[in-house]
């Protein structure tokens, strides 16, 4: 770097200019880089109020598509980058995949217009959600609540350098990805796009992902990694009503100690650019939120990162919510909040708006440019200004390794909660019924953001095997299919089922030896699956009874996004194996699970509820879903589940034994607690299993949770084998938030246990923290 180079960081530096993080002391999430933040001063000096505007504005690609809706209309795009000065486009024509070279033509034309009006590249993103989601050669993983079903970070490892691979492939340098909302709301329709119920589960998985996706260094990104967006910025996974984009209402302390965790992490990992919940918490919009977006994480967390907008959010606070009465006030109010750019996602006038209002002395200049500077920022670290455009081989594009990932991660994470009298694996002499909506449908199997936003996997990739073509394969001969009950096919009627074909369904049954019923939703994303009932339809469960009613066993296979009740139709079946939505190979691991020729490890990373009214997380207060209050009432409000979380079946069995204490049983917040257990295979077979720790605070002055899920191996063991696993947990993890929002370790008694064993330990001294992040 030159002299002159070093004189504009050191003296931005003073300024504190280039980190809006209030406190000078607080560490930056992610170290400063000499070289980006000079390049970023030295363009940031000579733009102009509008062109700075541009760079905060995202556009749909609709807005330059021409009339073939294929290609882009030269014009517009002299409209919106010429005149508008527009910093970045997202999305895809026509609402669906396209091959890479279409994509990397598409992008190479807006980054030559940027460069040559402008001069600044024009940055790309993209809805990557399991996998190269939006490319119709690419690689498509199963969903991430699968990946979190494996308990198994390298499959989030993975998954994340085959998405930014491929992506950086189609000359797409960006990624909206990881999601890490809690998934603590099985109503909610986003359930599965994120790693499951636990903060610890999401957090481990998806640091992981963003690292994979991004490499190990933030500041520069090489042509075989992106950057991330994580979202949505936070508490979107719990709408009090269980609809997409409605109201949460989440306890301060509850926020910080469990929404806030995968996100911390994930910035602390270098996690270059987050996007907002569209929703609100506690009667606050998100996107108006200073004290979250500018405060917990530009401040406290000195990250240095950009924040885009959702999808026309910033209207929402005008048209939805209220707290604006026209697009101006809104944009007022969520630059100043905090936002750096926003995906508008059809007008550019809103870049004239920004320049009125900060005319109007309504933004003020330093918000602006500190907006601008994180939009350049991330397109330096990007290396956008050096490769606007990049010539690099990918030879594993859509290739082998990527394939044989996908199948594995399948493998691992599809869940068996039930097998009764060994019914599975089946022998193979059997004459196999396959019925159900979900048989036969590459759609169900990869659920939303496959191809198209709301999931289209049949029409572009049927050369994958669905669960009936996978079972063909592995049983000639001896499957016979009859759906009974298929998905409406008509546009927008998609969640519905109709009875098709279930008298004689159950004509054939009398026949065959197994029934397997593949039942479940059909795909869907955001608010389109929203629902009024979290029951399995009425349709499915009719077809699952006649079934059963004729006395042949039934393999229930569940292919779903979220938990559907089964509450009533369980008892009927002798084996449930819920595949959740495990993508493109998920036919051909189920039917080798269901062969016995692979083994079961997954686990459930969600508690599967069993009434409607009564919808659990794992990690519930001590003092609910108790029979009895101390003897002296009966609150009748028993913890009754369909199966725990961290419930999951294998072929083979494990015994747990030896769980000890390495570490002083006595300790205080500084400590590193050390655990170990000793698992054993006492079966006669392969398999894998995930080695779940939890703690227990016996007692705190706010309600402990029952338990919490602290740390997480995968180990494999053969028939006979034994293992023993060691775990190191920083004292502080067991710490909580207290009332007045300070993280708290508070002395006395605490419980680790793991397999069904348990050690005791005794923290000796209260450690009150005064910082909000420990
Ligand atoms: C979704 C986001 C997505 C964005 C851009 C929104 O509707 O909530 O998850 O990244 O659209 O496609």
């Known amino acids: 770097m030159n002299t002159f180079a070093w004189k504009i960081v050191s003296a931005a530096l003073a300024a504190g200019m280039l980190v809006s993080c209030g406190s000078g002391s607080q560490p930056k999430a992610i170290a400063a880089d000499a070289e980006v933040e000079a390049k970023v001063e030295s363009v940031l000096k000579g733009m102009t109020l509008k062109e700075k505007a541009g760079q905060m504005v995202q556009l749909s690609i609709m807005v330059l598509e021409d009339d073939t809706h294929e290609a882009i209309d ?53 809805d990557m959600i399991h996998g190269a989601s939006y490319l119709i050669e690419g690689s498509l993983f199963p969903q991430e609540i699968n990946l979190a079903a494996t308990f198994n970070r390298e499959y989030a490892r993975m998954m994340g350098e085959a998405m930014a691979y491929e992506t950086r492939a189609a000359q797409v340098p960006w990624v909206f990805s990881p999601v890490m909302d809690l998934g603590r709301d099985p109503r909610w329709p986003r359930h599965w796009e994120s790693y ?29 990694h992106a950057a991330v967006s994580v979202k949505h910025f936070m508490g979107y996974g719990v ?46 919009p998100t996107h108006a939120n200073r004290t979250l977006l500018t405060g917990w994480v530009k401040e406290q967390l000195g990250w240095d990162g950009m924040m885009v907008t959702d999808w026309a959010d910033i209207d929402n606070l005008y048209t939805r919510d209220h707290v604006a009465a026209d697009k101006r006030e809104a944009l007022v109010l969520g630059i100043n909040a905090g936002i750096d750019m926003i995906m508008d996602p059809y007008d550019p006038e809103c870049v004239n708006d920004i320049v009125a209002l900060v005319e109007a ?32 081989e990918y030879p594993e594009f859509a290739g082998e390794r990527f394939a044989r990932e996908s199948y594995d991660a ?29 048989a036969n449908t590459l759609r169900a199997l990869n659920g939303g953001w496959s191809y198209t936003w709301q999931g289209s996997a049949d029409a572009f990739v049927p050369q994958y095997n669905t669960i009936l073509e996978a079972l063909e394969q592995r049983f000639p001969g001896k499957v016979t299919w009859v759906p009974g009950v298929l998905y409406n096919e008509m546009y927008g009627a998609w969640q519905n089922d109709i009875e098709v074909s279930i008298p004689q369904a159950v004509n054939v049954a009398r026949s065959a030896d197994v029934i397997i019923c593949c039942v479940g939703e059909n795909s869907y994303c955001e608010t389109v699956g929203n629902m009024d009932d979290l029951n399995l339809s009425a349709n499915q469960k009719n077809l699952v009874k006649a079934l059963a009613a004729t006395g042949k066993p039934v393999i229930l296979v569940l292919n779903e996004g979220r938990p559907r009740l089964i509450g009533d139709i369980e008892p ?9 939505l495990p993508s493109n190979y998920g036919g051909d691991a189920l039917a080798a699970l269901l062969a016995g020729d692979e083994n079961f490890s997954g686990k459930l990373p969600f508690t599967y509820s069993k009434h409607i009214n009564s919808l659990h997380t794992y990690d519930y207060k001590v003092s609910e879903h108790r029979s009895t209050m101390g003897g002296s009432y009966n609150y009748d409000a028993i913890m009754d589940v369909q199966w725990p979380f961290g419930f999951g079946l294998s072929y083979t069995q494990f015994a747990y034994s030896e769980l000890q204490l390495l570490s002083p049983a006595d ?32 007692v705190a002055s706010l309600i ?29 993890e067991l710490a909580f938030v207290g009332a007045d929002g300070k993280w708290r370790l508070e002395k006395g008694e605490f419980r680790l246990s793991c397999g069904g064993l348990g050690v005791m330990l005794n923290c000796t001294e209260t450690k009150v923290w005064n910082t909000p992040n420990i």
């Open 361 to 392: 002395g309504e933004i003020p200049m330093s918000r602006i440019d500190d907006a601008v500077r994180r939009v350049l920022r991330l397109k330096v670290r990007l290396g956008l200004f050096d490769n606007p455009t990049w010539q690099h």
């Open 74 to 126: 030269p014009a517009k795009l002299d409209k919106i980058i010429g005149e508008y000065k527009v910093g970045s486009i997202l999305n895809v024509m026509h609402d669906a995949a396209h091959s890479w070279e279409h994509t990397a033509n598409m992008v190479r034309q807006i980054q030559e217009k940027s460069m040559e009006v402008l001069g600044i590249p024009c940055i790309y993103g993209l």
């Open 704 to 732: 402990p949770d029952v338990k919490r899920l602290r740390a997480f191996e995968k180990i494999e063991l053969q028939p006979g084998e034994s293992k023993t696993v060691n775990f190191e947990i920083p004292a502080h």
């Open 667 to 698: 300790f205080k917040a500084g400590d590193m607690l050390k655990v170990s257990v000793k698992v054993t295979n006492t079966g006669d077979r392969a398999g894998k299993e995930a080695v779940l720790v939890y703690s227990s605070d016996l």
């Open 196 to 224: 499951g119920e636990d903060p610890y589960l999401q957090a481990e998985m998806a640091r992981t992902e963003t690292v994979a996706i991004q490499g190990e260094d933030p500041n520069h990104i090489d042509l075989e």
């Open 410 to 438: 399948a493998v691992e994470s599809e869940v068996l909660l039930k097998n009764e009298e060994g019914i599975l694996p089946l022998k193979g002499t059997e004459r196999i019924l396959v019925c159900g909506p979900n």
């Open 239 to 284: 709408p009090h009503t269980g609809k997409d984009r409605t109201p949460a209402y989440i306890a301060e302390n509850d926020l910080r100690e469990k929404y806030f965790r995968p996100f911390k992490e994930c910035f602390q990992a270098g996690a270059l650019t987050a996007m907002i919940n569209s929703a609100s918490i506690n009667g606050i």
């Open 572 to 580: 009927l079946v002798k084996a449930v194996v819920d595949v959740i």
